[in-house]
């Protein structure tokens, strides 16, 4: 019987999937929406110590196109979110999702939208960046821009905005609980990287169509890709020498 051809977004996915669960990054936990569906995904992010979102148990889909990665997924939060850069159906608004398309109306560079060398770990390292330190120069949520930027000019004397997310990181906490997820509160918590397993045998399945000389030739231009990505804004310490906040991405 011939072996049938698969997708090339379909090899990205596994082996990027394979990648985060062997070296996963700080901060998030990522699963399949269904085991035998490799095109979305559920991601839970903890909130990063020291921030506004610390003890946060915050989940999110990702959905990828079929020309993965030549076109960027959709990255929506389940969990209401109130922030500058977040719609409010949970789309997240980041340059590193837009299409590489010229468009000067936008005020962004095209060298600031997805490119193919992007991949699932710098967005979610630009998510958490984006969290802490929004762009409010060009809002999806308005009115969440307005009430940050008052927090930010008065040095936090201007609590509203603060107190939201501080109600909203509470309301979280029974989602954490309904799924057996400790949600780490410091820094050395949070810099663990825990590795998940597997829910079942199944799980192994995804690979058997992959010859390994092509996955150490793949997995080595990941590794190159890597080097070159972006840092973690808030947990700094987690990322060795890596010291970008990843607004570049954003």
Not at 58 to 69: G, Q, R, V
Not at 211 to 233: F, L, M, N, W
């Amino acid at each position: 019987m011939a072996h049938q051809q698969m997708p090339s977004s379909q090899k990205a996915l596994m082996l990027e999937l394979k990648s985060l669960q062997e070296e996963p990054v700080e901060g998030f936990r990522i699963t399949l929406v269904e085991e035998s569906d490799l095109y979305n995904w559920e991601v839970a992010i903890f909130g990063p110590p020291n921030t506004l979102y610390e003890g946060g148990y915050f989940k999110a889909h990702i959905k990828f196109p079929i020309d993965y990665p030549y076109s960027p997924p959709t990255f929506r939060f389940l969990t209401k979110m109130w922030h500058p850069n977040i719609y409010e159906n949970g789309d997240v608004c980041i340059s590193i999702l837009h299409p590489p398309v010229d468009d000067p109306q936008s005020g962004e560079l095209p060298s600031e939208r997805w490119n193919p060398t992007q991949n699932v770990r710098t967005i979610l390292l630009s998510v958490i960046s984006l969290l802490n330190e929004p762009n409010t120069f060009s809002p999806a949520n308005v009115d969440a821009s307005v009430m940050f930027r008052k927090w930010r000019d008065s040095k936090g004397k201007d609590k509203e905005y603060a107190e939201i997310i501080r109600k909203q990181v509470m309301s979280t906490k029974a989602d954490a609980e309904r799924d057996g997820v400790k949600v780490p509160t410091t820094l050395a918590e949070y810099c663990i990287q825990t590795k998940v397993p597997s829910h079942d045998s199944s799980s192994d399945l995804l690979y058997d169509d992959l010859y390994d000389d092509d996955i150490e030739e793949e997995e080595d231009d990941e590794d190159e890709a890597e080097a070159s990505g972006i840092g973690c804004g808030m947990a700094g310490d987690c990322f060795g020498d890596e010291d970008d906040s990843g607004n570049e991405e954003s």
